[in-house]
T-cell receptor, first 112, second 113 residues
Framework: GENVEQHPSTLSVQEGDSAVIKCTYSDSASNYFPWYKQELGKGPQLIIDIRSNVGEKKDQRIAVTLNKTAKHFSLHITETQPEDSAVYFCAAARGGYQKVTFGTGTKLQVIP | KAGVTQTPRYLIKTRGQQVTLSCSPISGHRSVSWYQQTPGQGLQFLFEYFSETQRNKGNFPGRFSGRQFSNSRSEMNVSTLELGDSALYLC????????????FGQGTRLTVV
């Protein structure tokens, strides 16, 4: 089955700095890569996703890059703010079903 | 538009008991997936339902089961509860096209004592 590795497990940055979270996946057939943000006491919320036919996608301060050859993808958050503090999960999936495999999560702390 | 609703939010059960959790998907969403989240194992896929049929199943024992009703609402059941079943159980719903966005509920926090 699919295996998704995520690094780092914790990340502290100063407000205004950038944060980068990296993930690798094992199943070359995976073609959908969502990123979720989970705040305390809440369910994961989709913040950005990328499909295998695209190398990069941006949404305001958030961007995701995908390297299919190397089987890795990354989340970039620029100009971090305290409200960005949360746990971030990467994930990989293939096909039309919702069997998504999640990474182990990155706890991001933005220091004011 | 209402989000995914999970009930109850919190539950305390005793070892050996059974429990049923409920999930109401977003209106128009026909796929419902269930996940178990624990500090040690992270987010793990349990199963996915579409049109009252289980289409995918994760690596969990048969004590974990689920079903989906004709209105797309879903329930999951855990029988003979063990201490290790203590977790946050999350439900996600989506429309059914290729790799569509999944929306999560707030989860049910199950504690087994």
């Amino acid at each position: 089955g699919e295996n998704v590795e995520q690094h780092p497990s914790t990340l502290s940055v100063q407000e205004g700095d950038s944060a980068v979270i990296k993930c690798t996946y094992s199943d070359s057939a995976s073609n959908y890569f969502p990123w979720y943000k989970q705040e305390l006491g809440k369910g994961p919320q989709l913040i950005i996703d990328i499909r295998s036919n695209v190398g990069e996608k941006k949404d305001q301060r958030i961007a995701v890059t995908l390297n299919k050859t190397a089987k890795h993808f990354s989340l970039h958050i620029t100009e971090t703010q305290p409200e960005d503090s949360a746990v971030y999960f990467c994930a990989a999936a293939r096909g039309g079903y919702q069997k998504v495999t999640f990474g182990t999560g990155t706890k991001l702390q933005v220091i004011p | 538009k209402a989000g995914v609703t999970q009930t109850p939010r919190y539950l305390i059960k005793t070892r050996g008991q059974q429990v049923t959790l409920s999930c109401s998907p977003i209106s128009g969403h026909r796929s419902v997936s269930w996940y178990q989240q624990t500090p040690g194992q992270g987010l793990q896929f349990l199963f996915e339902y579409f049109s009252e049929t289980q289409r995918n199943k994760g690596n969990f024992p048969g004590r974990f089961s689920g079903r989906q009703f004709s209105n797309s609402r879903s329930e999951m059941n855990v029988s003979t509860l063990e201490l290790g079943d203590s977790a946050l159980y999350l439900c996600a719903s989506s429309r059914v096209t290729e790799n569509t966005e999944a929306f999560f509920g707030q989860g049910t926090r199950l504690t087994v004592v």
